[in-house]
């Protein structure tokens, strides 16, 4: 028996591990190599971890995520150059899924600005693109009043998602939060955790409500034993990367390096809606963008089968006797209980009810294009 | 969780007992655990033969996806139909009720004792 996924947990080549791997190993975590982190890939099972989040809450050390700090007069104008969002017109105190585009208009990263104050920005990047964010917006800084720091190292990102996450917040000892009942979906507010601070923000990776907290690394085992405690009487299970990318392939955010790449255009991922156009001034990647991808550029879809076998990245996607594309993600969906998968399929295949077909490994399985989400909680306030 | 003594095992993570002519065969509590929850599995059909070294199933997680290899040469007597219906079940008793193929060998290859399989493993 051999896994075709790879997963590492030798950690012989020495991936960093996070400031809370000790409390992780206690909870007898088993680990995977993602982007040169040893991370949490499931504590006790992948789908109890899953279900947890959409009935209860779990707790994630998504401490691998990268910190970029932006500040100083010409924040704001920086951002709106170097990234495709209209990042000035977001106010303080609230946050964008934006992403940083090449001069093509291919993805180097999508990531997540938070404006903190007044000249003063968070961008929060993938592991994997740490250092290319981080070159792209330096290379873009020339000529803007701005300081970029590099935080990655001392924040850890605390991810407490589900039904239950905000009572959690709310009953954590210590921690005391600037108006958590009335923060909004993509806000964020400041809070304190003994002596030290924290940035609290309605923001995940889950389709589920919930937060995350960035928090000094000093003070990230006490915060994080601390949200365990008021979570135990709410369903609260320390939940690992396994369940994580389940919920959002249901909730259909892309993976960068799945869904998002060099070679994607924003229109072509559904994120057209991402990209300020209505920016007055120039930022990278606009004229291919405007341009927009070529005629007949494959569209990310979503696909639902029936059974239990899965779709799995790189498999082919058949309409008839044509290979008309290929899954990014595919898992058997632990909350709606039939497969689902995303695909970049050709346009002429790509209308909703449009019944194809994904290559399992030498056989056909029926799958039909469904709109994304897969998965939507129902409404809440914000 | 089943007797353990007799068992033997392969480099691709499968256990075997043999007895008399036949040998059963399932995967180990370190594979199951490598792939998470697993949530689908597919094996060889009654009667089918098999050969050493040769994909003859799958054993699918939320995750990822394992194959399952022929551990010896032999015809397929029995497959368990209870880990089909529940896959669950290669978790929560891979060395038990977790068990994959029943298969009638007509040779037996050279496979790891449990000391060789758990330097293997690491574990």
């Known amino acids: ?382 | 969780m089943a007797d353990r003594s007799n068992l033997q095992y392969t480099a691709e993570h499968e256990w075997v007992l043999v007895e008399g002519a036949i040998a059963t065969v399932g995967i180990t509590a370190y594979a199951a655990e490598k792939l998470g929850d697993i949530v689908y599995v597919d094996l060889p059909k009654v009667g089918s033969s098999l050969a050493e070294g040769t994909v003859v199933g799958e054993i699918e997680s939320t995750k990822s996806v394992g194959e399952l290899f022929a551990p010896v040469n032999g015809t397929v007597v029995e497959a368990n139909d209870a880990v089909t219906a529940n896959p669950e079940l290669v978790n929560s008793d891979p060395f038990g009720e977790g068990w994959l193929v029943k298969v009638e060998f007509t040779e037996l290859p050279a496979l790891l004792t449990a000391d060789e399989y758990a330097t293997l493993t690491g574990e």
């Open chain 1, 1 to 382: 028996m051999t896994e075709t996924t790879a997963t590492s947990t030798d950690p012989a080549d020495g991936p960093r591990r996070s400031p809370l791997h000790e409390l992780h190993e206690k909870l007898g975590a088993s680990f995977t190599d993602f982007a040169g982190w040893l991370m949490p890939v499931r504590y006790s099972s992948d789908l109890a971890e899953h279900h947890a989040v959409r009935t209860a809450a779990g707790i994630f050390d998504i401490s691998h995520m990268a910190e970029i700090q932006v500040s100083g007069p010409d924040a704001s104008t920086f951002l709106d150059h170097a990234l495709a969002g209209n990042i000035g017109a977001v106010p303080a105190g609230r946050a964008k899924y934006s992403l940083v585009l090449d001069g093509g208009g291919g993805i180097l990263d999508d990531i997540i600005v938070y404006h903190n104050a007044e000249g003063e920005y968070l961008v929060v990047a993938n592991a994997g693109n740490r250092h290319v964010v981080l070159d792209a917006l330096q290379n873009r800084a020339a000529g803007f009043d701005v300081t970029l720091v590099d935080l990655t190292d001392d924040i850890v990102l605390i991810a407490v998602q589900g039904p239950a996450s905000q009572a959690i917040l709310a009953a954590t000892r210590g921690l005391v939060i600037d108006g958590l009942d009335d923060l909004k979906y993509y806000a964020s507010t400041g809070a304190t955790f003994g002596s030290g601070t924290v940035l609290v923000a309605r923001t995940g990776y889950t389709g589920e409500n919930g937060y995350e907290l960035y928090v000094d690394v000093q003070d990230a085992a006490a915060l994080w034993i601390a949200l365990t405690e008021a979570g135990a009487g709410h369903g609260l299970v320390p939940a690992g990367l396994a369940s994580r990318d389940t919920l959002r392939l249901e909730a259909g955010m892309p993976l960068y390096g799945h869904e998002l790449g060099l070679d994607t255009l924003p229109a072509q991922a559904g994120l057209g809606r991402v990209v300020s156009l209505a920016k007055t001034d120039d930022f990278i990647g606009r004229s291919a963008v405007e341009a927009g991808p070529g005629e007949g550029a494959r569209v990310l879809v979503g696909l639902a089968s029936e059974g239990k076998r899965a779709g799995r990245a790189g498999y082919p996607v058949f309409d008839g006797d044509v290979e008309v594309g290929a899954v990014t993600s595919g898992a058997l969906s632990p909350t709606l209980g039939y497969p689902i998968a995303m695909a970049y399929v050709d346009p002429a295949s790509s209308l909703a009810g449009t019944e194809l077909q994904i290559d399992v490994r030498g056989s056909r399985i029926a799958a039909v294009v469904v709109p994304l989400p897969f998965y939507k909680k129902e409404s809440t306030n914000g």
